[in-house]
């Protein structure tokens, strides 16, 4: 696991001030409320994906603003060594209690005018997932690299395992973690319209 992680919050302050709006602004395009946008913003939760796509649509922004070095026009390649020396986005993925159960490999930061988000996830383990489930517009796809997954999705909860896959849309509310006590890494490409 690298130690070379990158917390969104500064950045996210930086584009917001950028743009002259308050944390009330953003709250209210979000629907967030003003204390998560304060605690994401100096990195005192670590926020699932859900809050930080709205708070991207909320600036205007790509999701992928949030990690984007440079722009390259042409194709991006992504090597495995380089994936695992560069810097990771670490998220809670919902979890109530805001700790880290994901790491993200992003795998094309420097892609300009992009669509699509794809990662390499890690995920850690935990003996009994305590999360709130999320919803956002878009679709994302899901393979199972290695361990195994538990995806909640609306009232059904699905188990993927190594070479097992799942698509679907995101605007109904999912979560995706660890099935209990098991780590897992996943590829996921997440869709968010702009």
Same mark, same amino acid.
């Given at each position: 696991?690298?130690?070379?992680?990158?917390? $969104?919050?500064?950045?996210?302050?930086? %584009?917001?001030?950028?743009?002259?709006?308050?944390?009330?602004?953003?709250?209210?395009?979000?629907?967030?409320?003003?204390?998560?946008?304060?605690?994401?913003?100096?990195? *005192?939760?670590?926020?699932? %994906?859900?809050?930080?796509?709205?708070?991207?649509?909320?600036?205007? $922004?790509?999701?992928?603003?949030?990690?984007?070095?440079?722009?390259?026009?042409?194709?991006?390649?992504?090597?495995?060594?380089?994936?695992?020396?560069?810097?990771?986005?670490?998220?809670?993925?919902?979890?109530?209690?805001?700790?880290?159960?994901?790491?993200?490999? +992003? %795998?094309?930061?420097?892609?300009?005018?992009?669509?699509?988000? +794809?990662?390499?996830?890690?995920?850690?383990?935990?003996?009994?997932?305590?999360?709130?489930?999320?919803?956002?517009?878009?679709?994302?796809?899901?393979? $199972?690299?290695?361990?195994? $997954?538990?995806? *909640?999705?609306? !009232?059904?909860?699905?188990? %993927?395992?190594?070479?097992?896959?799942?698509?679907?849309?995101?605007?109904?509310?999912?979560? *995706?973690?660890?099935?209990?006590? !098991?780590?897992?890494?996943?590829?996921?490409? *997440?869709?968010?319209?702009?």
């Amino acid at each position: 696991m690298s130690n070379n992680h990158t917390f $969104v919050g500064a950045k996210i302050k930086g %584009l917001r001030e950028t743009k002259n709006l308050s944390i009330d602004e953003i709250a209210e395009r979000s629907g967030l409320t003003v204390d998560q946008i304060n605690s994401i913003e100096n990195d *005192v939760n670590l926020p699932s %994906l859900g809050p930080l796509i709205k708070i991207a649509r909320a600036l205007g $922004v790509r999701l992928g603003t949030f990690m984007d070095d440079n722009d390259a026009l042409g194709p991006v390649v992504c090597r495995a060594a380089d994936r695992d020396n560069n810097k990771s986005i670490s998220f809670s993925n919902g979890a109530t209690d805001a700790r880290k159960h994901m790491e993200y490999h +992003p %795998l094309a930061q420097q892609k300009a005018g992009r669509h699509m988000e +794809p990662f390499v996830i890690d995920i850690h383990p935990d003996e009994a997932p305590e999360f709130q489930l999320s919803a956002h517009e878009g679709e994302e796809f899901i393979f $199972v690299m290695q361990g195994e $997954v538990e995806i *909640v999705y609306g !009232k059904d909860t699905y188990t %993927l395992k190594e070479g097992d896959s799942i698509f679907y849309d995101s605007i109904v509310n999912h979560h *995706v973690h660890g099935a209990p006590g !098991k780590s897992a890494k996943i590829l996921a490409v *997440v869709y968010i319209p702009f």
